[in-house]
């Protein structure tokens, strides 16, 4: 019978003299610590500490890496994950489908994620298919009844040292809190502050999540300087509880900051459900720089995500909501939208600035040559449909002659599916150890360099990027 064992070697050189230099660089490395410092993990998920409810809750449910290659084959979302509002969908029946149809996730970084779950987490020797499904579902569930399978048991078994969360500026970051107060939790799990839903006036929600954003900081935020003096208070809370970073996910890149004035009366007519569209994009550019400035005062390191067309298909949003796999990648560009605020602020020592993208093109074009320059700019590792080995290459050799490695920012997972956390983390140090080899190999660097970078990819540089405290 097919078993899921992975091959000690699996993403390394086929050369063989290449291959036995990567696999020291990774063996070197293999057992680090994690320090995961951008993810959607809930903190809560921690705090609480209870068992998974299922496999597919743990591996299928509202993991959109998942979903959308189903999907992308043409069976509905529905036969996996229930409509918004409706009674969840039998588990076992979705396990099923997975299944039945794994033949979908074949070279693809989301089959390297759920064998490496299967295999190296729970076990499992027998490989995914419609006749092993039933058996593989109750062997995965049995061990979800043991406590050696909760989260807080995962988590210290994973090597996870850092965990970064993602929290609306009105969080009351509780489990956070009582993570750090409780003496049996010896992790990390830091609040990452994103500010997203307050960014745009013409956008539904906005004036929910401004009167949130109010009543969590205590200031009124009627006015443009009130929510101002709000955003600034309640990153102040987060650092109060171990934040080191925001989170910044925007259309674009543009950071324009507005004469005060037309920010106040875009800022009023926001809150009348007069904004137009137009003036919701000038506010939103306005707000980013913004945020680009208080980081310069404050220290905490911004990170910047834009060009994502978030829910795409309106009938799947409105169906089962956002993150559902329809959010599709835009042409990006950075150099002349962050032109004023990166002459404003980034040749200071305050700012950091960590630049994401899913526009590969932009890594040689434009993310390196800035971060080249500027000290305030550091290259996100690749991210979301680029988190894979071809593209991790890719952003090697694009971004390396102008950046280095120093400016960039460590691998980031960006995972809600807590147990794929491991198996993310390993394809990286095995593509980052492939890639060292092949620059060992043609006597670009010595081995003792090599192994001096494999270390600090891990072990410094996303702490030192993230201000993250060793």
Known sequence: MPTTKMHPDRLFPSDPATRDIARELYTSVADAPICSPHGHVPAALLAENEPFASPTDLLITGDHYVTRVLHGAGIPLGRVQAPSGEPAVDPREAWRVLAAHWRLFRATPVQYWLE??????FGV????SADTADAIYDEVAEL????????????ERFGVDVLATTDDPADDLAAHRALTSDPSFHG????????????????????AAVDRLAAASGIPCGTYEGMLAALRARRAYFRSVGGTATDTGVADAWAVPLDPAEAARIHVAGFRGRATAAEGVAYRRDILYRLIEMSA????????????????HAPTLARHGADTGHDLPLPTTYTEPLRQALNDFGTGTALRLVLFTVDETAFSRELAPLAGFYPSVYVGAPWWFLDTP???????????????????????????????????????????ASYLASLVATHRLTEADAAEIALDLVQRIPYDTFRIPR
């Open 116 to 121: 490496y779950q299967l295999s190296e987490v």
């Open 125 to 128: 020797t027998a490989r995914l």
């Open 144 to 155: 979800l009844r043991e406590d050696e399978f909760r989260p807080r048991a995962l988590f």
């Open 188 to 207: 990390r799990v830091l609040p990452t502050f994103r500010a997203d839903r307050v960014m745009d006036p013409s956008a539904p929600g906005w004036l």
């Open 297 to 312: 005062d404050d220290g905490m390191v911004m990170q910047l995500h834009p060009g994502v067309h978030r829910n795409h």
């Open 390 to 432: 071809d593209a991790m290459e890719r952003y090697r050799r694009a971004i390396t002659d102008s950046a280095g490695f120093a400016k960039t920012s460590g691998f980031i997972d960006d995972t809600r599916a807590f147990c794929s956390i491991p198996a993310r983390h390993d394809m990286a140090r095995r593509a980052d």
